[in-house]
């Protein structure tokens, strides 16, 4: 069996973007040729490696065996490409990672200043909800991910790289902001808008609320820091967020109000995760040695 490293990238273009059209787009060949192609791969391989239902691309299962095979080498090949590099004196490369929707917040500062440091380097950011990152962490998609509670099921090396507080918000004009040693049970009648379930910040949340046997009246659940902030200021109800989605101090005053509850803000984490046993590119392990060295809040 013959496959070049040129159609392995092909089909793996075609696994990522579940179209022939797209893989075309990616490889900068036509669709024609996309197409003759990735037939002569699925005639190298001898079974069928996709079926098109709906215009959309999905893989048996002899094609998502070949598209993990393949993201494999070609990882391999360019952690390759950049230790040359690294021995010639040069940081190239891409860096791929994946982060939960609210490290954006904060991500760009830190992608910022590594940046600077390497120049010429390219960064594929996939900024996602936890279960999105999740996804792409099962398949190995990225170098690194970032979230603020890693899954139990899945053999990871982790490091704690920065606090990611949980505060208590409010309408700015909410009769309780400013007052000090605020009591869980002071607010059973107030309406929370929270988080979706199987966000890390819900999930901090939910144990916490448990372990204080808090019940709170959830009035709406969100995917969406913004819409939060907005629904909160708007008089909608209280709702736990991350201080990082709050933006300046400046900023979030004119929007919401910070509660002074007592246990709060609530202690969590930013952790950056990659598979165990994993052999991290140069730039990846860069990027984890410089995040241990930033000055983070």
Known sequence: MYISFRQMRL???LAETGSVSGAARVMHVT????????????RAVGLPLYEVIARRVHLTEVGLELARTVRTMVTEWEAFGQKVDALQGLTRGQLRLAVVSTAQYFIPRLLGSFCKRYPDIDVA???LNRDGVMLRMRENLDDLYIMSQPPADIDLEDRVFMGNPLVVIAPPKHPLVGKPHIRLRDLRQELFILRESGSGTRMSVDQHFKKTKFSPAVRLELGSNEAIREAVSAGLGLSVLSAHALGTAASSARKVGILAVQGFPLPSQWHLVWHKGKRLSPLAMAFSEHLSREDTP
């Not at 669709?31 to 699925?42: F, G, K, V």
């Open 11 to 13: 089909f793996l273009a």
């Open 31 to 42: 669709q024609p040729t996309a197409s003759m192609q990735l037939r002569e791969i699925t």
């Open 125 to 127: 950011l996939q900024v």
